[in-house]
């Protein structure tokens, strides 16, 4: 299906990595099926998308993300053409920025989540939206291993507990994120179940801002 | 910006609110630039929003075009190379230098009384941000609030009848506030104040200056 594109080029672009693509989808499909929580899955492939502009690594992240910032934009009040154009705009920022993404500090459905959210602001809310200073490390730092995995896990915990809260408040939650509540309702928002993921990430920070000095 | 031992952070309300991106512009000013000084706070905003990361996990895919992943490679090949330099011109925390464009030494002031002055930042309908100049040992004039406030201290430091906020210190007020606030004797105070009200300055000479100064 992606031989048939008709993107052009010079033969360093995407044209050639597209049609590169075959062999290596098999392999990466085969390690889809092994994970059944794709979690730490999904950060790896945004790793070779940075680190190897790998084309079928973006795409099983663009068939598994896309529809979801397409259903997000569309819930934030975009219609249907916008959210459409709006989605295709996030992936290729996930493309262009997956060198800022951190996996120590965040999992891939939640630096997705960001890059939707401040999209949402952008292009539907017409606002602007003052981000917090980027942290830069070091070319060769590494976030740890350990606390990459345990990150993931404790993500995955957290999606659990949401379903899990009582109904009431976890469709507050939910309108919450769809921008659906207003201040004085967001406040009523209580008992979120973070703790554990903010010392991680608490934790991640720390690393990183000593890699930075 | 020197790193200082915080004492004061952000609501859990205020960064929720920002975390979903519901939040105005001046505040999220507040938010982002006490976040790029406060490490704390920035756990806690990237912990609320891996919950935001949950809830759209789970939201039921939406249908997109047959052609939308062909469409997003030719977006990306059309977009600049990116790069890690950082531009930054000024000691302030980056989301304030976009704003503010220079040092704190060479912001054109304006003055609004008894010393004190200000330079205005975001005005919009609904949602004001400034910096706030006061001379050491200065109180601000006596003010309550319509709406909510955010302050965030720069540089020197203010107390007010209950508490005492030094650079990087968030303070937090509402319509029930009433106070006077007073920069500290050693150092002339600079920080950032956001309102979704105008201030209400009790004295009546500031009541009539109020609609011209912006205030």
Redesign the interface.
């Known amino acids: 299906m992606?031989v048939e594109?008709?993107?052009r080029?010079p033969e360093h672009?995407?044209v050639s990595r597209?049609y590169a693509i075959d062999s290596r989808n098999i392999e990466s499909k085969e390690i889809v099926s092994s994970d059944s929580s794709n979690k730490k899955l999904w950060a790896e492939l945004i790793k070779k998308v940075d680190t190897l502009k790998d084309?079928s690594a973006f795409?099983e992240l663009?068939?598994h993300f896309?529809?979801?910032v397409?259903?997000?934009l569309?819930?934030s009040g975009a219609d249907p053409q916008m959210?459409?154009e709006c989605?295709?705009?996030v992936?290729?920022t996930v493309?262009?920025?997956a060198?800022l993404f951190d996996p120590s500090?965040?999992?891939a459905?939640?630096?997705?989540?960001?890059i939707?959210?401040?999209k949402?602001?952008d292009a539907i809310?017409k606002?602007?939206?003052?981000?917090?200073?980027?942290l830069?490390p070091d070319q060769d730092y590494e976030p740890d291993q350990e606390a990459v995995v345990e990150l993931q896990q404790?993500?995955e915990r957290?999606?659990s507990a949401?379903?899990e809260l009582p109904e009431k408040q976890r469709i507050l939650?939910?309108k919450?994120?769809?921008?659906e509540?207003s201040?004085s309702e967001?406040?009523e928002?209580t008992g979120?179940p973070?703790g554990t993921?903010?010392?991680r990430?608490?934790l991640a920070?720390?690393k990183l801002?000593h890699a930075m000095m | 910006m020197k790193k200082h031992d915080i004492k004061h952070h952000l609501s859990k309300e205020l960064l929720l609110a920002y975390s979903a991106g519901q939040l105005e512009e001046g505040f999220s000013l507040a938010i982002a630039t006490h976040i790029s000084m406060c490490d704390q706070c920035r756990a806690e905003l990237e912990s609320l929003e891996a919950m935001g990361g949950a809830v759209f996990e789970n939201l039921e895919p939406n249908v997109i075009d047959a052609d939308a992943f062909a469409k997003t490679l030719a977006l990306i090949d059309q977009m600049p190379e990116q790069t890690n330099v950082v531009h930054k011109t000024t000691e302030l925390p980056e989301p304030l230098a976009d704003y503010v464009g220079c040092d704190l030494e060479d912001i054109d002031w304006r003055p609004i009384g008894m010393g004190v002055k200000q330079k205005i930042l975001v005005n919009s309908e609904k949602v004001s941000a400034r910096l706030l100049y006061i001379p050491a040992g200065t109180a601000v004039p006596e003010h309550s609030h319509k709406g909510r406030e955010v302050t965030l201290v720069l540089k020197g430091a203010f107390k007010d009848e209950i508490d005492y906020f030094g650079p990087g210190d968030i303070e937090l007020a509402d319509g029930d506030t009433h106070h006077t606030p007073v920069a500290s004797d050693e150092e002339d105070c600079i920080c950032l104040a956001v309102t979704d009200a105008p201030l209400q300055f009790n004295k009546l000479i500031h009541k009539i200056a109020q609609p011209f100064l912006k205030i």
């Open positions: 992606l594109t008709k993107i080029g672009s995407l597209v084309t795409e663009f068939n896309a529809p979801r397409k259903a997000f569309m819930k959210a459409e989605s295709q705009e992936m290729a493309w262009r920025k060198h500090r965040a999992s459905s939640t630096w997705i989540f960001t939707a959210r401040n949402k602001i809310r606002q602007n939206r003052p981000e917090p200073e980027q830069y404790e993500t957290l999606t949401l379903g939650v939910e919450a994120y769809l921008g509540l201040h967001i406040a928002i979120l973070l993921i903010k010392s990430i608490r920070l720390e801002r």
